[in-house]
């Protein structure tokens, strides 16, 4: 699933291409998961201008003069420039703009989720000025989840998923299953710091390596998560644990805390 660091540059590169420019066209081949109907949708934003596509959370929202179209791509939605009638296989939707180019939304299991309006979310964005020691040690104080969970739970902070959260919590050396409220002060002010500055370096690395991108996951520079590091940077070597379909990346080095 693409997390912050990949929709940050998906959005700026979209925005670059896209705004400014009038919806011409809108399919939906697979209208599961629209929040309202196809006409509505093609009423709605026909003939409107674009004016910003912009990241929230994990989604990717594009702002016309009254409405957003909110594209979340789930585990494996992907994003495609495409030419004429030429539309993309497992296609949820399409758009074409008035200059010319048209956008497409896959998913091959039909759980990428487009929708009008979304409801906004009272979760804080894990790059928001706002996420620093102090609100994250009232987050922490009463919960007896693991602290990945915390990192994960989109309902308390949005942006960062299981890939990002291992090498958050590898950066600071705190154990993905220590319990939250357990944590000390000097590690919660650790923990934020590693936030900013391993999903700011992530993004400058995509920026480096795939300037271009709209859709994928690219993971070439992560130091712990992924089925081919054996090590760390520093030695350790790279432990796994799975819960249902979710795999954890850890070492040794990080501290548990319970």
Known sequence: ??????????????????????ITEI?????????VTQNMLQTTLLNQQLHAVKRVGKELHFEFDHHVLALHLMLHGELHYFE??????FTILAMGFSNGSSLALSDFQKMATPTLNPEPSAALDALSEEINADFFTKLLQDSKATIKNIVLDQKLIRGI????ADEILWDARISPFSIANKIPADQV????????????????????AHPDIISGEYREF???????????PTGAEVLIKKTGSRKTYYTSEQELFT
Do not use: C, R
């Open 189 to 208: 002010h650790t923990l934020v710091k590693s936030i900013k500055s391993v999903l700011m370096d992530a993004e400058k690395q995509l920026k480096l």
């Open 1 to 22: 699933m693409p997390e912050l660091p990949d929709l940050q540059l998906f959005s700026e590169n979209l925005h670059q291409k896209l705004a400014g420019k009038k």
């Open 27 to 35: 399919k939906v081949p697979v209208t599961k998961n629209l929040n």
């Open 222 to 232: 992560l130091k712990i998560h992924g089925p081919k590091i054996k090590n760390s």
């Open 161 to 164: 998923g299981n890939a990002y």
């Open 84 to 89: 004429a009638d030429d539309l993309p296989k």
